[in-house]
């Protein structure tokens, strides 16, 4: 059974910097992509950056620049480096990982940036 598991998010000062992870295993395939969301309190989901397997990586326009995404594609693990965080990157932080097909998310990890 594949799980997709989150890690790394905490409470850090505006300015700080934290390093997500997303571990996917179960399976012996890995993904065509993988993906960061978020999803702030009483707001939707928004897509935050795409990585994918042949090393494609797209961003939203809100984090480039400040925000990294890496894989290792052997151990099916995904990164988001965040720096220079703001007050509105506090969010659920979601990784999605798309298979092609299957797919399949986290459950999250909650990013708080506040002094």
């Known amino acids: 059974q594949v799980q997709v598991v989150e890690s790394g998010g905490g409470l850090v000062q505006p300015g700080g910097s934290l390093r997500l992870s997303c571990l996917v295993t179960g399976s012996i395939f890995s993904p065509n992509a993988m993906v960061w969301y978020r999803q702030a309190q009483g707001k939707q989901r928004e897509f935050v950056a795409q990585i994918t397997y042949g090393g494609y990586i797209s961003y939203a326009d809100s984090v480039k620049g400040r925000f990294t995404i890496s894989r290792d594609n052997a151990g099916n693990t995904l990164w988001l480096q965040m720096k220079s965080l703001k007050p509105e990157d506090t969010a659920a932080y979601y990784c999605?990982?798309?298979?092609?097909?299957?797919?399949?998310w986290g459950q999250g990890t909650q990013v708080t940036v506040s002094s």
């Open positions: 999605y990982a798309d298979f092609g097909f299957s797919d399949y």
